[in-house]
Every structure is written in structure tokens, then in C-alpha cells.
């Protein structure tokens, strides 16, 4: 109906061009009609301005029409009281477009407000960039697990590990890549996975990081704890009958030498035979204890959280050491900020924890020339520290990847069980043991309570 009028109305001003025009070309036949042919010229041009001004001013709304779906501009109003009647509707039209048009821009802006919120609440690490290295998205996970404020490109995780980006660019979809990375005094262990998609020309790559390292310790020590268990069940059940038969024949040679005493049997070859079965004895004896007593290690009760002040615990403790610090000439200090300072944790577990490690600093300061233990305290965003630092001999990387491994023990004599059991105290309070040392530059050791 609109494009109806439109049509008639340019019909109707080109024939009255058309006219208007035939009646100009007659004058040229009757010289007398100068005047007559000057007013039709003139009249054939307002004619055409008129029809200018009616094509221009559709086809300018038109444009504007169209531009502001090109420029999303949502304010244009055609319909005013002074629009051309024959293009009323036409423009009533434009409004409810526009209008649906804006309506259909603010469910997409909630659309794109609740992916992103969703995007910034996940706890995994999401990175998506496209082929050039040019971060696309990035949530505040990510920003957390590496500690930075600020991505633009990959090519600025070169900070954090040297080839990280020439690897994120080669992840294809798909791909699961795990990694190591040490972090000032922390080691992660970074589970990657990739999927692409296809945006218009461009190859988005989506990549999520997962830092997986208690997950994998928590692992290790339920492995550890089932292999205990199984070698406790083993043990006990191949020491137990030899237990009971050594215990037996020794009773057995007792009672044979006490009425036999002239019995020329019981002299010497009866004296080794019950020194062997006393020593077969005696070892399996400490071999049903030594696992007995790591089986309970590992089975450690739950912790009883009391508010713990960390000043009054190291004073405690530092007075536990003074005498053999004095008597090997180590420097011990212990500094604690703030004083009041406090945590929620099992005092005793806590205790025992710092005790090995302490114990731990003295013996790798055995040939220290100026040996010294420091321990600091201290709480940043919630998170509260503990350091105990020694300048002693350090520790190599191949030995520090086993510290923490039941058993596993550089000192003679050592059951290499204090680390273990301080991880699994630490873990039961909800915390983490981390270890940062060189060689001949000395360890640092540091707890962290979380909350």
C-alpha cells in the first residue's frame, strides 16, 4: 500500500513534467508566446526540485534506516507529526523495526553478561586467542593461577615459561598437555586442554588451565597408603609365624639346656643356635614395629582446630632448640608479622611439622660456616606463611622431587618419614609444604594456611 502512493505520486509528477514539457516545446511554434514559454521552463524546474525533494527525502530516511543497523544506532524516530502522509506507515514501520532491533541488542547484551559472568566465576583458568597470539578472552582464574594483572598476547607468558607460547600456538583440538612450572617458592603442575572453533576468518583456540598438583598429591598419598596397608598385611602375616617359631625354639632350647645342663649337645652348637634365633627374633620383632608404626603414620586422626597464636608457638619451640642451637653455634631467630598473628589449626600437628623441619635445617647445616635458621611468619590475602630458612648445603632437584616420598631419606640412619607425615598434617589442614633450594645457597621450606 505504501509503494502504491509512492509509485503514483512519482507517476503523477512525471507526467505533469511530461506535459509541462510538451506545452514548453509548443510555445517554440508561436513566437508570440515568449512569456508563456519562460513560465512553463520555470515551471518544469520547480516540477522536477519537487520530485528531487520528494525521491531525496525517502531515500535519505531509507538510509538512515539502514545505518543505524550498520552503526547500531538505536535512537532514530521516523515517525514524527509532520511526516509525509503517503510514507506514515512506511516510517511507523522503520519504529518497530528499530525497536524489535533494540530489544533483540539487549537480550543478546544479557546473553553476553551472563557468559561472561559464568566465564569469570569458573575456578579453571580459561585463555582464548587467535592465530596472531591476540588474547581474545581471558577470565580472572587465569589471571589468579599465574598472579598477573594483564594479557594482550601469549607471547607475554614467555615470563612465566619460555616456550609456553610456542606451545599454546601449536595446541591442537583436543590436545591434553600437562606442565611444570615453578612459580617463586611453588612448583605447579598445569593440566592443559584445547578446543577450537572457527569465528567468521579467524581460528579461536580456547585453552583451559588446571592447576592439578594437590590433586596429584592427594593421589600419591592414597597410593602410598594402600601399598602400606598391603605391606603391612604381608609383612605382618610372613613375620608373625616367624615370631611364634623363634619364640618357641628358643623356649624350646631354654627348657632343654635348664634339664639337660651335662648333655654334651648343649654346649656350643646350642649357644649359636639360640644367638641366631634370638637375633631372628629380635629383627622381626623391629620389622612388625617399624611398619606397624608407619601404618599408624599414616593414619592420621583429624585435626582439632584451635585459634593458634604464631608468635607464642615459635617462642615455645625456639626455647625447645636453644641448647642445641647454642652448643652448634646456629644462629636461630624467629620474626613474626604481625605479632598477634594467628591461625586455626591442631597446635600439636602444627608443632611437630616445624619440628622436622627444624630438625631437617640443623643436620643440613653440619657443615654450614656461619649456620643460621630463620623462621618468619606472615598473612597476605588471607593466606598465612610460615618460612623456615637455613643456609646450609641445599638440596639438588632430582633429590627434591622425592622428599616428600614416604621412606625416601638422605641421612644415615633416617626413616625418611618426617617429610611424608608433614605433607599429610598439612593437608589435613587444608594447606600445602612447598620447598624452594640450590645447592651450597641454602632451603627455605614454607607452609601455607589458607583462610
Same mark, same amino acid.
Given at each position: 500500500?505504501?509503494?502504491?502512493?509512492?509509485?503514483?505520486?512519482?507517476?503523477?509528477?512525471? @507526467?505533469?513534467?511530461?506535459?509541462?514539457? %510538451?506545452? %514548453?516545446?509548443?510555445?517554440?511554434?508561436?513566437?508570440? +508566446? @515568449?512569456?508563456?514559454?519562460?513560465?512553463?521552463?520555470?515551471?518544469?524546474?520547480?516540477? +522536477?526540485?519537487?520530485?528531487?525533494?520528494?525521491?531525496?527525502?525517502?531515500?535519505?530516511?531509507?538510509?538512515?534506516?539502514?545505518?543505524?543497523?550498520?552503526?547500531?544506532?538505536?535512537?532514530?524516530?521516523?515517525?514524527?507529526?509532520?511526516?509525509?502522509?503517503?510514507?506514515?506507515?512506511?516510517?511507523? =514501520?522503520?519504529?518497530?523495526?528499530?525497536?524489535?532491533?533494540?530489544?533483540?541488542?539487549?537480550?543478546?547484551?544479557?546473553?553476553?553478561?551472563?557468559?561472561?559472568?559464568?566465564?569469570?566465576?569458573?575456578?579453571?583458568?580459561?585463555?582464548?586467542?587467535?592465530?596472531?597470539?591476540?588474547?581474545?578472552?581471558?577470565?580472572?582464574?587465569?589471571?589468579?593461577?599465574?598472579?598477573?594483572?594483564?594479557?594482550?598476547?601469549?607471547?607475554?607468558? &614467555?615470563?612465566?615459561?619460555?616456550?609456553?607460547?610456542?606451545?599454546?600456538?601449536? @595446541?591442537?583440538?583436543?590436545?591434553?598437555?600437562?606442565?611444570?612450572?615453578?612459580?617463586?617458592?611453588?612448583?605447579?603442575?598445569?593440566?592443559?586442554?584445547? =578446543?577450537?572453533? /572457527?569465528?567468521?576468518?579467524?581460528?579461536?583456540?580456547?585453552?583451559? %588451565?588446571?592447576?592439578?598438583?594437590?590433586?596429584?598429591?592427594?593421589?600419591?598419598?592414597?597410593?602410598?597408603?594402600?601399598?602400606?596397608?598391603?605391606?603391612?598385611?604381608?609383612?605382618?602375616?610372613? #613375620?608373625?609365624?616367624?615370631?611364634?617359631?623363634?619364640?618357641?625354639?628358643?623356649?624350646?632350647?631354654?627348657?632343654?639346656?635348664?634339664?639337660?645342663?651335662?648333655?654334651?649337645?648343649?654346649?656350643?652348637?646350642?649357644?649359636?643356635?639360640?644367638?641366631?634365633?634370638?637375633?631372628?627374633?629380635?629383627? &622381626?620383632?623391629? #620389622?612388625?614395629?617399624?611398619?606397624?608404626?608407619?601404618?599408624?603414620?599414616?593414619?592420621?586422626?583429624?585435626?582439632?582446630?584451635? /585459634?593458634?597464636?604464631?608468635?607464642?608457638?615459635?617462642?615455645?619451640?625456639?626455647? !625447645?632448640?636453644?641448647?642445641?642451637?647454642?652448643?652448634?653455634?646456629?644462629?636461630?631467630?624467629?620474626?613474626?608479622?604481625?605479632?598477634? !598473628?594467628?591461625?586455626?589449626?591442631?597446635?600439636? +600437628?602444627?608443632?611437630?611439622?616445624?619440628?622436622? @623441619?627444624?630438625?631437617? &635445617?640443623?643436620?643440613?647445616?653440619?657443615?654450614?660456616?656461619?649456620?643460621?635458621?630463620?623462621?618468619?611468619?606472615?598473612?597476605?590475602?588471607?593466606?598465612?606463611?610460615?618460612?623456615?630458612?637455613?643456609?646450609?648445603?641445599?638440596?639438588?632437584? /632430582?633429590?627434591?622431587?622425592?622428599? %616428600?616420598?614416604?621412606?625416601?631419606?638422605?641421612?644415615?640412619?633416617?626413616?625418611?618419614?618426617?617429610?611424608?607425615?608433614?605433607?599429610?598434617?598439612?593437608?589435613?589442614?587444608?594447606?600445602?609444604?612447598?620447598?624452594?633450594?640450590?645447592?651450597?645457597?641454602?632451603?627455605?621450606?614454607?607452609?601455607?594456611?589458607?583462610?
Amino acid at each position: 500500500m505504501v509503494f502504491k502512493k509512492f509509485y503514483l505520486v512519482v507517476t503523477i509528477y512525471i @507526467l505533469l513534467i511530461l506535459i509541462t514539457s %510538451f506545452a %514548453f516545446a509548443f510555445t517554440f511554434v508561436l513566437e508570440y +508566446m @515568449l512569456i508563456t514559454r519562460y513560465s512553463l521552463l520555470t515551471i518544469i524546474l520547480i516540477e +522536477m526540485i519537487f520530485l528531487f525533494v520528494y525521491l531525496n527525502r525517502v531515500n535519505s530516511d531509507i538510509s538512515r534506516f539502514l545505518d543505524s543497523f550498520k552503526y547500531q544506532n538505536n535512537r532514530l524516530v521516523f515517525s514524527r507529526p509532520k511526516t509525509i502522509t503517503d510514507f506514515k506507515t512506511m516510517y511507523q =514501520s522503520f519504529d518497530r523495526i528499530i525497536g524489535e532491533f533494540e530489544n533483540v541488542k539487549i537480550d543478546k547484551e544479557k546473553e553476553y553478561q551472563l557468559f561472561t559472568s559464568a566465564i569469570q566465576h569458573t575456578g579453571i583458568g580459561l585463555l582464548g586467542f587467535d592465530e596472531s597470539g591476540k588474547v581474545i578472552l581471558i577470565n580472572n582464574s587465569f589471571l589468579k593461577l599465574f598472579e598477573i594483572h594483564h594479557l594482550s598476547d601469549v607471547s607475554g607468558l &614467555s615470563l612465566i615459561k619460555t616456550d609456553l607460547p610456542d606451545l599454546l600456538l601449536q @595446541l591442537r583440538a583436543g590436545q591434553n598437555e600437562l606442565l611444570t612450572i615453578r612459580k617463586n617458592n611453588s612448583t605447579m603442575q598445569i593440566s592443559l586442554r584445547v =578446543s577450537m572453533m /572457527k569465528i567468521e576468518d579467524r581460528v579461536i583456540r580456547l585453552v583451559s %588451565f588446571q592447576d592439578i598438583r594437590h590433586e596429584i598429591e592427594r593421589k600419591e598419598v592414597e597410593a602410598w597408603q594402600k601399598l602400606v596397608r598391603v605391606v603391612n598385611h604381608e609383612v605382618i602375616n610372613s #613375620l608373625s609365624p616367624v615370631n611364634l617359631l623363634s619364640s618357641t625354639l628358643l623356649r624350646s632350647i631354654e627348657n632343654y639346656v635348664k634339664d639337660s645342663p651335662h648333655d654334651p649337645v648343649s654346649g656350643e652348637l646350642l649357644d649359636n643356635i639360640s644367638q641366631g634365633l634370638t637375633a631372628i627374633k629380635n629383627r &622381626s620383632f623391629g #620389622l612388625t614395629s617399624f611398619v606397624d608404626r608407619y601404618r599408624r603414620s599414616m593414619q592420621l586422626p583429624q585435626p582439632e582446630m584451635r /585459634k593458634v597464636n604464631i608468635n607464642t608457638l615459635l617462642s615455645e619451640i625456639q626455647m !625447645l632448640f636453644n641448647e642445641e642451637m647454642s652448643s652448634k653455634y646456629i644462629k636461630f631467630t624467629a620474626l613474626v608479622n604481625p605479632e598477634n !598473628l594467628h591461625i586455626n589449626a591442631d597446635r600439636k +600437628m602444627v608443632e611437630q611439622v616445624i619440628i622436622n @623441619l627444624i630438625k631437617n &635445617s640443623i643436620w643440613a647445616l653440619e657443615s654450614a660456616q656461619k649456620p643460621a635458621i630463620n623462621i618468619s611468619a606472615s598473612s597476605n590475602n588471607g593466606v598465612t606463611t610460615l618460612e623456615i630458612t637455613d643456609n646450609g648445603q641445599g638440596i639438588s632437584d /632430582k633429590i627434591r622431587e622425592n622428599i %616428600f616420598v614416604p621412606y625416601f631419606s638422605t641421612k644415615e640412619g633416617g626413616s625418611g618419614i618426617g617429610l611424608s607425615l608433614s605433607m599429610q598434617i598439612m593437608k589435613l589442614h587444608g594447606g600445602t609444604i612447598e620447598v624452594e633450594s640450590k645447592p651450597g645457597a641454602g632451603t627455605t621450606f614454607s607452609l601455607k594456611f589458607f583462610g
